[in-house]
């Protein structure tokens, strides 16, 4: 079975630049969680979606990130203009949501430069 | 709110040593508790989980965790490790109705030959 895709696998760009991060998640699941992972702050918790909503976006630094998911199978996660702080290994994990207790899935994760 | 606590950031063992990773939590809902590993350059994968019943759980390539509520701790063991078990371990927690986890800072695992 295919797991969750995260494209691309690594990412270098200039500040100021528009960075698209992009994951498509296990078929079937209805959980979709976006995290930032960082040697200062650890895993953080950005964003999480249930069936394609987002419930609790508390986690995104500012309103340079944005993320969207239009449907089942994609989302998104935008950062614009981006900053060499955003620099950071981004995961995305999804899950079945038929109960609290079910595992997530992680994607091998977006490694983010930003010069 | 709950919370994890891993007590060690990094743990380096000889191999075949035993190794014990400490994790505790806080909780003020019912407690589903689990171990991420994450190797080098990949994501996070599920090691083992606590649900309900037995408090000692056990995962395919030997490592065990035992939830002890009075303590409320659930600190992962492995008695001989290998190393391929190089990685950082992740103790996680539900962390409210939606589902979704709480992660303690993770410990990086090292084994030495």
């Known amino acids: 079975d295919a797991g969750v895709i995260q494209s691309p696998r690594h990412e270098v760009t200039e500040m100021g630049q528009e960075v698209t991060l992009r994951c498509k998640p296990i078929?079937?699941?209805?959980?979709l969680f976006w995290y930032r992972q960082t040697m200062m702050r650890g895993l953080e918790l950005l964003i999480y979606?249930?069936?394609?909503?987002?419930?609790?976006d508390s986690g995104m630094p500012e309103d340079r990130f944005s993320a969207k998911m239009p449907n089942a199978s994609f989302s998104t996660l935008k950062i614009q203009p981006s900053e060499p702080r955003d620099s950071a290994v981004y995961f995305c994990?999804?899950?079945?949501?038929?109960?609290?207790?079910?595992?997530?899935?992680f994607g091998d994760g977006t490694r983010l430069s930003i010069l | 709110a709950q919370s994890v606590t891993q007590l060690d950031s990094q743990v380096p063992v000889f191999e075949e040593a035993p190794v014990e990773l400490r994790c505790n939590y806080s909780?003020?809902?019912?407690?589903?508790l689990f171990w991420y590993v994450q190797y080098p350059n990949q994501g996070l994968q599920l090691l083992l989980k606590?649900?309900?019943?037995?408090?000692l759980v056990e995962s395919i390539n030997g490592f065990e965790a035992e939830f002890n509520k009075s303590q409320t701790s659930f600190h992962l063991r492995k008695p001989s490790v290998h190393i391929s078990d190089t990685a950082e371990y992740f103790c996680?927690?539900?962390?409210?109705?939606?589902?979704?986890?709480?992660f303690g800072k993770g410990t990086k695992l090292s084994v030495k030959p």
């Open positions: 979606f249930n069936n394609n909503v987002p419930i609790d």
């Open positions: 606590y649900l309900s019943g037995s408090t």
């Open positions: 909780s003020s809902v019912s407690v589903y």
């Open positions: 994990a999804s899950s079945l949501r038929d109960s609290i207790n079910q595992p997530q899935h």
């Open positions: 078929s079937g699941h209805n959980s």
């Open positions: 996680a927690v539900i962390g409210g109705s939606q589902g979704n986890l709480i």
